[in-house]
């Protein structure tokens, strides 16, 4: 690859389900520029799924192609990237185990993440070490391609500083091996759930990069607006008005401002301004879809772009593990 070695760019997601646009507007948005201008390498983080999901297993192959082709549509570009899935890279697992014999248990056990989730999650037994020991799999997952920029939602800032402090701690003991990568954040992007929630699958008040106008259509529809704007009539305020920050990410400035008036003043009602919206998103979503038909009718390409970049990665894999090896006199 003619990069710079020393601007490459890692990031990987967890095969849970189909994609929405809180995921695309909170991350995946950064990947598709940074393929162009840094070697970069993106992974489906199959066993991470499985540090909550282990009871049942039985639904990841088809995630883990759901995930790629949401990305294919999405703009990643085969031959700019490798794209390949963690689990076929058997390095990640060596280097998480040495990782983890110089990682203190405290600093995971404090990690905001890992407290939050055991106390929200509660359909699930999440007792176990490989839960705790997601930060650790993270950090062998990162440095393991040595890169400079990190590209990931806002909600990993916390996986990616332990990143930096297991690389850190490495370095002081055995010499300069790791780089401390970065993360790369888009754009304060608010998107939140049709309900005014989160957007979460487990919520099921998503949009899904997937979705076809026919099943956008009555999600809008149903979507909160100002809840002060009872009538037509009522003048509205877009600032506590759900649909609003989508306008931002999807409709152009002028429009954006015309309907800003027209919310304030109440000439333009919600139904129409909705109808806005329906027009902006077929638009953004529209080359996705045509990406997706493509992949979808052929499986054949998918696998092989998994097959070659899991060839790619493992290559970058050994070599790093040669140098960690000689590092530690293993
Ligand atoms: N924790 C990430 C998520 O939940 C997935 C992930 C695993 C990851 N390993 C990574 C992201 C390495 C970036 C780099 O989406």
């Given at each position: 690859?003619?990069?710079?070695?020393?601007?490459?760019?890692?990031?990987?997601?967890?095969?849970?389900?189909?994609?929405?646009?809180?995921?695309?507007?909170?991350?995946?948005?950064?990947?598709?520029?940074?393929?162009?201008?840094?070697?970069?390498?993106?992974?489906?983080?199959?066993?991470?799924?499985?540090?909550?999901?282990?009871?049942?297993?039985?639904?990841?192959?088809?995630?883990?192609?759901?995930?790629?082709?949401?990305?294919?549509?999405?703009?990643?570009?085969?031959?700019?990237?490798?794209?390949?899935?963690?689990?076929?890279?058997?390095e990640h697992a060596e280097?998480?185990?040495?990782?983890?014999?110089?990682?203190?248990?405290?600093?995971?056990?404090?990690?905001?993440?890992?407290?939050?989730?055991?106390?929200?999650?509660?359909?699930?037994?999440?007792?176990?070490?490989?839960?705790?020991?997601?930060?650790?799999l993270m950090a062998s997952?990162?440095?393991?391609?040595?890169?400079?920029?990190?590209?990931?939602?806002?909600?990993?800032?916390?996986?990616?500083?332990?990143?930096?402090?297991?690389?850190?701690?490495?370095?002081?003991?055995?010499g300069n091996v790791f780089?401390?990568?970065?993360?790369?954040?888009?754009?304060?992007?608010?998107?939140?759930?049709?309900?005014?929630?989160?957007?979460?699958?487990?919520?099921?008040?998503?949009?899904?990069?997937?979705?076809?106008?026919?099943?956008?259509?009555?999600?809008?529809?149903?979507?909160?607006?100002?809840?002060?704007?009872?009538?037509?009539?009522?003048?509205?305020?877009?600032?506590?008005?759900?649909?609003?920050?989508?306008?931002?990410?999807?409709?152009?400035?002028?429009?954006?401002?015309?309907?800003?008036?027209?919310?304030?003043?109440?000439?333009?009602?919600?139904?129409?301004?909705?109808?806005?919206?329906?027009?902006?998103?077929?638009?953004?979503?529209?080359?996705?879809?045509?990406?997706?038909?493509?992949?979808?009718?052929?499986?054949?390409?998918?696998?092989?772009?998994?097959?070659?970049?899991?060839?790619?990665?493992?290559?970058?894999?050994?070599?790093?593990?040669?140098?960690?090896?000689?590092?530690?006199?293993?």
């Open positions: 690859m003619n990069h710079d070695p020393n601007s490459r760019t890692l990031s990987g997601m967890r095969p849970t389900g189909p994609l929405h646009i809180g995921h695309y507007f909170g991350a995946l948005k950064n990947w598709i520029p940074m393929q162009h201008t840094t070697a970069s390498f993106f992974f489906v983080a199959d066993w991470h799924a499985l540090t909550s999901d282990y009871a049942d297993t039985s639904h990841i192959r088809e995630y883990v192609n759901g995930l790629v082709i949401d990305w294919l549509a999405a703009g990643l570009d085969p031959e700019k990237s490798v794209i390949f899935r963690q689990s076929k890279i058997l280097l998480n185990l040495l990782l983890g014999m110089l990682t203190p248990v405290s600093w995971l056990e404090r990690n905001p993440t890992y407290k939050e989730q055991q106390q929200e999650i509660t359909t699930k037994d999440l007792s176990n070490f490989g839960f705790l020991g997601y930060p650790v997952d990162i440095l393991m391609y040595r890169p400079k920029w990190v590209p990931v939602g806002q909600d990993q800032l916390p996986h990616l500083e332990l990143t930096r402090e297991i690389a850190r701690r490495f370095n002081s003991f055995y780089p401390e990568p970065e993360a790369r954040l888009t754009p304060a992007a608010k998107c939140p759930g049709l309900d005014g929630r989160k957007m979460s699958k487990s919520y099921g008040n998503g949009i899904f990069l997937k979705d076809t106008p026919k099943e956008i259509e009555p999600k809008i529809r149903g979507m909160f607006t100002d809840p002060a704007r009872l009538r037509r009539s009522d003048p509205g305020n877009p600032d506590v008005c759900n649909l609003y920050p989508y306008h931002k990410l999807l409709t152009d400035e002028a429009t954006q401002k015309e309907i800003c008036e027209g919310c304030r003043n109440a000439t333009l009602g919600c139904v129409d301004c909705k109808k806005i919206f329906m027009k902006s998103l077929e638009a953004f979503l529209e080359p996705l879809h045509e990406r997706r038909a493509y992949y979808e009718a052929h499986p054949e390409i998918v696998s092989d772009i998994l097959e070659s970049g899991n060839k790619a990665a493992r290559a970058e894999a050994a070599a790093t593990m040669a140098i960690v090896r000689d590092a530690m006199h293993l």
